[in-house]
């Protein structure tokens, strides 16, 4: 899983977290690679959707 805290400080918003899945899946080989990817970070494929405006929160 990604860290969420280190020093004290967040580093795991939202916005990251919809970042780092949307790189995982635009280099992944297929689906199956993908989740895999993802499920080693801790992510899921709703964690790389973002709301309306854009900030990285799920819809």
């Known amino acids: 899983?990604?860290?969420?805290v280190v020093g004290g400080v967040g580093i795991n918003t939202s916005h990251e977290r919809a970042r780092a899945a949307r790189?995982?899946?635009a280099h992944?080989?297929?689906a199956v690679d993908?989740?895999?990817l993802l499920a080693m970070l801790?992510?899921?494929a709703d964690d790389g959707l973002i709301s309306e405006?854009?900030?990285g929160?799920?819809?």
């Open 1 to 4: 899983m990604l860290p969420t």
């Open 23 to 25: 790189q995982v899946a």
């Open 28 to 30: 992944a080989r297929d």
């Open 34 to 36: 993908c989740a895999d």
């Open 42 to 44: 801790g992510l899921t």
């Open 53 to 55: 405006d854009g900030h």
């Open 57 to 59: 929160d799920p819809v």
